[in-house]
């Protein structure tokens, strides 16, 4: 019943958003394609990643550390941890419907940069948390699904040909805040993303190039 | 996002390293320091291993690195993420591979290792019971445990231990405490003391 009234006014909030590029609706759904659901990009299960992350900040210059994140796609938790190249932990964060942070030390001792960094994270990693609005196909015929978030955001999933995809999150007045590029993925394993791309956009934008290290499965 | 006290305090990490490699062995400090003067410059391989609960296995990475009397240093990790860091009395560079290219970073501080650098003749002489930034202990299993003397030190280390090979100048491993279940360690391998090494590699990224 809820459904049945929210859905339209979802329509009816998709049809409003102007500024949002058009998704128009595959009739009678996407065609069967096992694995490539249209917007099915995201880890499934229980894994532990390690990439390298390249920070381009907005003065120019950039660093890189290691980031470790350990996920499970059907609890939706993640534990998060920022290395220095030597291997000292700065950040130990941890998502499990509630943030927890187990070490933060300063610059990253900010209750912002806790709440910033696990956004990231879920936007990278997780299907987006709100309603799926519309599945569909951009003009170019790329598919692509639209969720609209509690708080009244999108999150716009794009899946490419080329198995590269995109993530594009709007807040409420569809202005663009993050976007999220994963490339072609690598050659073995699971097929993960070789690099993914983070970037905020706004008055505090900051570039963040992720390359994939490993990816280990966790044994249930 | 990474500011100057972290990496100063990794980077004075290595530092401590690459002097305990070229001290030579003996049961008190005095024998230490005694044994220590003699050693000039120090090349060794290592293994590192990221030890945290919360993982399925251990981070590993490995490389080699150069240490040359009275400053010079070139840290550089091979695998996975080959990196390059190198010190001298002078400057302090980082090299990142980005993109296939070793790439020279730009966004961190390194002037703390500065500091550091002053020291490090210091720690060459085996006087770790002076270090300023440690207190040291010497267990009669070849063992020395550091603790940091500062409490602000203390929340990114909890304390070191260095076990000492049979080998005179050599050591086995370094353990890097974050706490219990967090720890680095450091596997050496290979050591060669005193042998001629190419400035070069401190000054340059090939």
Redesign the interface.
């Known amino acids: 019943m809820i459904g049945r009234i929210l859905i339209p006014v979802l329509m009816v909030l998709y049809a409003a958003c102007a500024r949002l590029p058009a998704i128009t609706p595959v009739t009678g759904g996407f065609p069967p394609d096992p694995g490539r659901a249209p917007c099915r990009v995201f880890p499934e299960g229980e894994w532990q990643f390690l990439h390298s992350i390249k920070a381009e900040l907005p003065d120019g210059g950039s660093f890189t550390s290691l980031g470790l994140t350990v996920l499970s796609s059907r609890n939706r938790t993640s534990r998060s941890v920022i290395l220095t190249i030597e291997g000292l932990v700065v950040f130990d964060g941890e998502y499990d419907r509630r943030l927890t942070v187990h070490r933060a030390l300063p610059p990253f001792d900010s209750p912002h940069f806790a709440g910033g960094l696990m956004d990231d994270i879920r936007l990278v990693f997780f299907e987006p948390e709100g309603l799926l609005a519309i599945a569909g196909r951009f003009e170019n015929g790329t598919p692509a699904c639209r969720y609209v978030e509690l708080d009244g955001g999108f999150v716009d999933v794009e899946r490419r040909a080329d198995w590269t995809w995109a993530v594009r999150r709007y807040d409420s007045a569809q202005r663009l805040t993050r976007t999220v590029t994963a490339g072609q993925p690598t050659g073995t394993g699971a097929g993960f993303p070789a690099t993914i791309e983070l970037e905020a956009h706004g008055s505090r934008n900051y570039k963040l190039v992720m390359t994939l290290v490993e990816a280990v499965a966790i044994a249930p | 996002?990474?500011?100057s006290?972290?990496?100063g305090?990794?980077?004075a990490?290595?530092l401590l390293v690459s002097a305990w490699l070229s001290i030579g062995w003996g049961g008190s400090w005095e024998e230490l320091k005694s044994a220590a003067g003699g050693v000039t410059s120090v090349r060794a391989e290592f293994v590192?291993e990221?030890h945290?609960k919360?993982?399925?296995?251990p981070?590993i990475?490995s490389g080699v690195f150069y240490y040359q009397a009275p400053a010079s240093l070139r840290w550089e990790?091979r695998s996975?993420?080959r990196?390059v860091l190198l010190m001298d009395a002078e400057r302090t560079e980082?090299w990142?591979e980005?993109a296939g290219r070793l790439v020279k970073?730009?966004?961190?501080n390194l002037q703390a290792m500065q500091m550091v650098l002053e020291q490090i003749s210091q720690w060459l002489d085996g006087r770790f019971d002076e270090n300023p930034m440690f207190s040291a202990r010497l267990d009669p299993d070849q063992v020395i445990v550091m603790a940091p003397r500062e409490p602000a030190f203390a929340?990114?280390?909890q304390r070191i231990e260095v076990r000492l090979s049979k080998r005179p100048g050599v050591i086995d491993t370094v353990t890097?405490y974050?706490?219990e279940a967090?720890f680095?360690r450091l596997v050496f391998n290979n050591v060669t003391l005193n042998s001629p090494i190419d400035q070069a590699l401190f000054r340059q990224v090939p």
């Open positions: 996002m990474q500011g006290g972290i990496g305090a990794a980077r990490v290595l590192q990221k945290m919360i993982l399925a296995r981070l990475s990790y996975p993420l990196n980082r990142v980005t970073e730009s966004g961190v929340k990114m280390i890097i974050e706490g967090s680095t």
